[in-house]
């Protein structure tokens, strides 16, 4: 009984085919999509008893009004989407110091020195009835402009793009274009 | 001449598939680790609204979901047609949220819990009146960093 039996090695021919089968369900699995949106702030919630607050200039206020059929007054007139992003962007800029738009104060920035920064405010009020995706639009519009405008700036001072930017360069153009859109408690007229 | 060619009836080598299994793996291993799975089944139909100014949300284990939409046909004689809330895995009302948040917020750690991003996922037929009660619930609770999910607009 001195035969020396060999042990059959395990095939392994079959490996790739199970491999093949866990490789295609993770390939079906899987999902590659990248979520991104509109980032926004919310404001927090004012304090039980607040004290009034200051006034602020007609002027100084770019009021927005969406209603339940979706349609558009900026300032009192009736816009479409596509032109909201201008209007948007010359409110916030004020290029020829027009009376009727916002007064500037001046500021000392960083890297810019002693400039005019806007004191516009930016008030977008919509109805119960508005539909979402008028609202998206809108935002997305009213962010455009903001963005515009600093990528403009970037551009002008730094020769590069916003997002390209330091964190301190950011910093200070944030400042000259703040982010201000504040939003009003919606009014209960179209409900439904 | 014929020196050389000894052998002139050669046949070609066959390819050698050894290495295919390790071909297969270093894909397999590929997917396995980009790969998300999807934490929940949506019972609401959402189709996201599109927009250009977007951002993308970067690390997502900081990120709660608060889907609102219409039921999904099977759900549609319990929950009716109209707009609901989805959290997790199941429908709520406006007055679960700050429950949800604070069940998120208790999941992470303290130091991360001031980066946590809301994100809405509203389908765009909705009307504003359900997201706005969404929005108060989250400034009560001051959830205030959201994110609103869009698609990029293709032009």
Redesign the interface.
Known sequence: MGSKKKVPGIP?SS??DI??L??IF??V????D????????????PPEEQEDTPPIKERNVFVVLVNAKNQLLVEGELTRVEDLRDKAKNFMANPDDDATLPEKKMVDVPYFGEVPVTKGIISLR????????M???V??EL??AI?DLREDLSKQKFGRSFNSLNLEHKKAIQEIYPSRISEA??KRVG?? | MSKFRKDDSKELPEVSTASLPDIVFMLLFFFMSTTTMREVTLNVKIALPQATELSKLEKKSLVSYIYVGTPQPQFQKMFGTEPRIQLNDQFAEVSDIPDFITSERQAHNEAEVPQMITSLKVDEYTKMGIVTDIKQELRKISALHINYSSRKRVK
């Open positions: 392994s490996l790739a491999a093949f866990l490789l993770f390939l699995s899987t999902t590659m990248v979520d991104s949106g509109l980032e926004r702030k919310l404001p927090p919630m919509n109805d119960v009835g508005t539909q979402y995706k609202y998206i639009a935002q997305n962010v455009g963005n408690e919606p409900d439904k």
